[in-house]
């Protein structure tokens, strides 16, 4: 475990404000619901045979303990995604009376049959923006990250300015070591907000990852050329979701790296969980608590970048 004592010394004040150069102040804490986080990553029904039903009720009691503000839901659309579908039907109508808290998303499995082309799915997903929904995801197919199905929903999103929470493993979103697909994505759609998450999007932080290590939680030193690094120095468009135990494992695996990156990228990572079932176990309560981050990072990737970048700030 990483100590408090251990984790952040060494690193300059300058690195944060260069970090947060492009960031707007930090939002004023009365006008939200109480809560030192904001948590980008979250489900609720019953995701995996075997795990626990999770209500809004549950979810939020759980948020109320951990001094977690405001959570995103959301839903998962495809066969690969989990054991039981969770449609954004269903998380628009459980997280209605909790919109101040509860913030929805949508999501639309790329090989859906729909008529009309970018513009046909655009006017189904505008169904959902108008039903209150903040964000794509988790999108979660078992397709290649570049695929032109999910090209398109690229398009739509940056349309309608939904930023757009993948998953990347070896059986999701599919991709190479160094993010070739995903590069690609980003290029082509410039007006699209992508939020990583998951194995392979965890991994390449280092860059002397195999194609096996996109399925996995590697560990050890980060080695240079991690592509996550690379493609967020290059596109302005990438965001981090630090959920998981893939998130966890990124951050904490190089005590030496883990405080710099953070501090580096403050601008555009978020705090999240993937908590959807009681009970869980969840290490970056743990992890982020032990930290001693600089206020305006904590600020930054606790909350602040969450609510910016879903138009709630």
């Known amino acids: ?11 300059v004040a300058g690195g944060v404000g260069m970090a947060l150069a492009k960031q707007s102040r930090p939002t004023d804490a009365a006008e939200f619901p109480k809560g030192r986080y904001v948590d980008v990553h979250t489900h609720l029904g019953q995701t995996w045979n075997h795990t626990e039903p999770l209500s809004a009720e549950g979810l939020l009691n759980w948020m109320d303990q951990n001094d977690i503000a405001q959570s995103v839901v959301l839903p998962l659309a495809s066969p690969e995604s989990s054991a039981y579908p969770i449609t954004t039907d269903f998380v628009l109508e459980a997280t209605k009376p909790h919109r101040d808290r509860l913030i929805p998303f949508c999501s639309v499995d790329p090989r859906t049959s729909y ?7 655009t006017d189904m997903l505008r169904k959902y923006v108008d039903a209150g929904a903040r964000g794509f995801g988790e999108h979660k197919p078992g ?9 398109t929903i690229y398009a739509a999103c940056g349309e309608l300015g939904l930023p757009v929470l993948f998953h990347l493993d070896q ?6 070591p160094g993010l070739p697909g995903l590069q690609r994505a980003l290029k082509e759609h ?3 907000n992508f939020i990583g998450h998951g194995p392979g999007w965890w991994a390449s932080i280092s860059g002397d990852i195999t194609a096996a290590d996109l399925a996995r939680y590697p560990d050890g030193k980060v080695q240079p050329g991690g592509a996550i690094d690379t493609l967020m120095e290059k596109y302005l468009n990438l ?7 893939s998130g966890a494992q990124a951050i904490s695996r190089d005590p030496e790296f883990g405080p710099q990156f953070l501090i580096r990228r403050a601008d555009r990572l978020m705090f999240g969980t993937d908590y959807l079932s009681p009970g869980q176990e969840v290490p970056q309560l743990e992890l982020f608590r032990s930290l001693d ?4 990072v904590q600020a930054a990737v606790f909350r602040d970048n969450a609510r910016k970048l879903l138009g709630l700030s």
């Open 1 to 11: 475990m990483i100590t408090r004592r251990g984790f952040c010394r060494g690193v």
């Open 115 to 121: 008529t009309g082309g970018l513009k046909g799915l």
């Open 143 to 151: 397709v290649h990250v570049d695929d032109p199905r999910n090209m």
């Open 171 to 176: 059986l999701r979103n599919l991709d190479e």
């Open 190 to 192: 410039p007006n699209t």
């Open 239 to 245: 965001y981090g979701d630090l959920s998981a135990g």
């Open 293 to 296: 981050l600089p206020a305006d």
